[in-house]
Structure formats: C-alpha cells, structure tokens
C-alpha cells in the first residue's frame, strides 16, 4: 500500500485566495483526520470522519476552513480566503476501526504570503 | 488539557539505551499509553502502546509503573536515525466510540548524538 497520499507537497498562495488540500487515505480505512501543525501550537486536530462523516469539527478555527470526505478514498480542506496565520504543515492520517495506530500522510506545507 | 508530561528535550549518544519519561498522573483506568515519534519533515509514526504491562516490540519497549501514573519509552541502540520528537499520549481504547482521535502535546525533542 502507498500509505496516506497528501497533495500538494508545498502550497506557497497569497493572503485572500482559495487554497485546497487533498488527501488519499490508505484503502480501507473507516476514519480520516486532518491535523495542523506549527512551531506555536504544535500538532491540532482540526477535524476528523468515520465513514465519510465528519465526527468532530471542534478543532475548526473559524468558518474560513472546511472539509469535506465525498467518498471513502478522497478528503479535502479547503481555506477560503486565506491568511498568513494559516501558514503551517497540514496533515492528513487514516485508522482502522478498532486499530490503534494512525497512518499519517507527509504533509502539505503551506505558506500564505 | 494537558494529560501528560515529558521533558522538552533529552540528548543520547548512538548506541546507548535512550530512556524516554512521561507522567501520566491522572490517566483512567481505561486509558492506553501510546507514543509516536515525528522526524523532521515527516508525518509522526506509531511506535507503540500499552494499557499496564510491559510492551515490546521491533522498535522500542514501554515500561509502566504499577500505579501506572508514569512511564518509559526505550530506545534500546539508539541510532542517529532515532532523532525525532517524541509523544506520549494517553486515550481510551479506540473501540469506544469517540475515542479514535489522537490529542498531542509538546513532545520531547530527542537528539542521537554521534
């Protein structure tokens, strides 16, 4: 299996634009987080789903930020319009039911000028 | 809410056992210990976990005090490839509902030095 498939690798966008990460879960798997990290705050969840449904969005920090998981192989998050205090490292992970580990993809680097 | 505590930082020379702390004081009776560890520029790795006994595996072992309300992750032969930061988390079983989600701290940030 490929593992947990972010794209893109490196985001760099200016403040006010839209900006779409994606993520490809490992195959099979019911649960799908997106977390954030920066040097401040360190590693947040952010939101996750089971089963294409979103579970816990309490990690949202404002109405700018969405995602969505239309099907079981493909999630996005989308930040619309953008600011430099979005700037971090997004992560996407997978899990099994039941499965205590978390796969998680590489990351997408985001800088918001 | 912070439910563990580690040191920011430890140092290790390669080769030796790397002894990495974390307390746990409030932790349930159905919570596990979990750590992973995040190499610069990688999305953290599952290392492993343990709910009151001692585990081992291929990558380290974890030693929980009786009481539970501390631990030991080792790092047998640390090598330089063993410098990352380090988490430790406690959670409940992921077979309960709601429980799936990881919360991280700080970590400690360990370094393998040559």
């Known amino acids: 299996d490929a593992g947990v498939i972010q794209s893109p690798r490196h985001e760099v966008t200016e403040m006010g634009q839209e900006v779409t990460l994606r993520c490809k879960p490992i195959?099979?798997?019911?649960?799908l987080f997106w977390y954030r990290q920066t040097m401040m705050r360190g590693l947040e969840l952010l939101i996750y789903f089971n089963n294409n449904v979103p579970i816990d969005d309490s990690g949202m920090p404002e109405d700018r930020f969405s995602a969505k998981m239309p099907n079981a192989s493909f999630s996005t998050l989308k930040i619309q319009p953008s600011e430099p205090r979005d700037s971090a490292v997004y992560f996407c992970?997978?899990?099994?039911?039941?499965?205590?580990?978390?796969?998680f993809g590489s990351g997408t680097q985001l800088s918001v000028l | 809410d912070a439910k563990t505590t580690q040191p920011t930082s430890m140092d290790c020379a390669e080769g030796r056992a790397a002894n990495l702390p974390c307390n746990h004081s409030?932790?349930?009776?159905?919570?596990?210990v979990y750590w992973y560890r995040q190499i610069h520029s990688q999305g953290p790795q599952y290392i492993i976990h343990g709910l009151k006994n001692n585990e081992t595996n291929e990558m380290a072992s974890l030693i929980i005090t009786e009481d539970r309300k501390s631990s030991t992750l080792i790092l047998p032969h640390a090598t330089l490839r063993d410098t990352a930061v380090y988490y430790c988390i406690v959670r409940p079983s992921p077979l309960i509902q709601g429980a799936q989600k990881l919360v991280f701290g700080q970590g400690t940030r360990l370094t393998i030095n040559p």
């Open positions: 409030t932790i349930s009776g159905n919570e596990y």
């Open positions: 195959s099979g798997h019911d649960y």
């Open positions: 992970a997978s899990s099994l039911i039941g499965n205590e580990k978390l796969f």
